[in-house]
């Protein structure tokens, strides 16, 4: 099983996380703008920092996928917006379900 981490940064946290995440996992991480073949993994884990319009390059890293049968999406946020709380929580998953498939959202 092929496995990346991608991610999405503005400010540099979210890769700051992600560096990290790949260093202990042992999986390559990769920012979204340099993803090239992103349908030969199994697995994908996107880091994405959390703003007004969404997670940054979620949608623009998605749209590279062919089929997602047979894949294993993940999707984290990183922000300032207090995961645990209900509101916030709907809020993310809305900004989430705007930028990918109903079938996408559905399989992460």
Do not use: C, W
Request: aromatic share 8%; no cysteine; proline share 1%.
């Amino acid at each position: 099983m092929s496995n990346i981490l991608i991610y999405g940064s503005h400010y540099g946290t979210t890769k700051q996380y992600a560096k990290e995440l790949s260093r202990r996992t042992n999986i390559e991480a990769i920012s979204f703008k340099n993803v090239k073949e992103i349908n030969d993994y199994d697995n994908i884990i996107y880091l994405g920092g959390l703003y007004a319009g969404g997670v940054l390059g979620m949608s623009k890293t998605i749209k590279k996928l062919n089929n997602i049968v047979n894949k294993k999406i993940i999707i984290v946020t990183v922000g300032l917006s207090d995961p645990m709380d209900e509101v916030n929580k709907n809020n993310i998953r809305n900004n989430i379900k705007k930028q990918i498939s109903k079938e996408i959202f559905e399989k992460a």
